[in-house]
């Protein structure tokens, strides 16, 4: 048996892997309506996108970051 047909290499996640998460899923996760998302998504307020027919999917890597940089710090800055 020939070593080269027995297995392929492993390929790191892509675009075509579970690196992608559908509008639905997010908009039930973060609690909102696939509308809200659509209408900020329309308003350039939600991380770059790709669009397969209806279906609208994001990057989980840039929505993990959108997600961080909308983090707020609860100090006032009021000196203690």
Known sequence: MDDN???AAPQPPGLL???LI???DLAERLG???DWIGKRRRRGE???H???GRTILYPRPAVEAWL???L??????LAR
Do not use: L, N, V, Y
């Open 68 to 70: 961080r940089a909308g």
């Open 32 to 34: 909102w309506t696939r």
């Open 17 to 19: 892997d579970e690196g």
């Open 46 to 48: 939600m991380p770059d």
């Open 5 to 7: 047909s027995s297995a």
């Open 22 to 24: 559908a509008e639905a």
């Open 72 to 77: 707020h710090s609860t100090d006032s800055g």
């Open 50 to 52: 790709i669009k397969r």
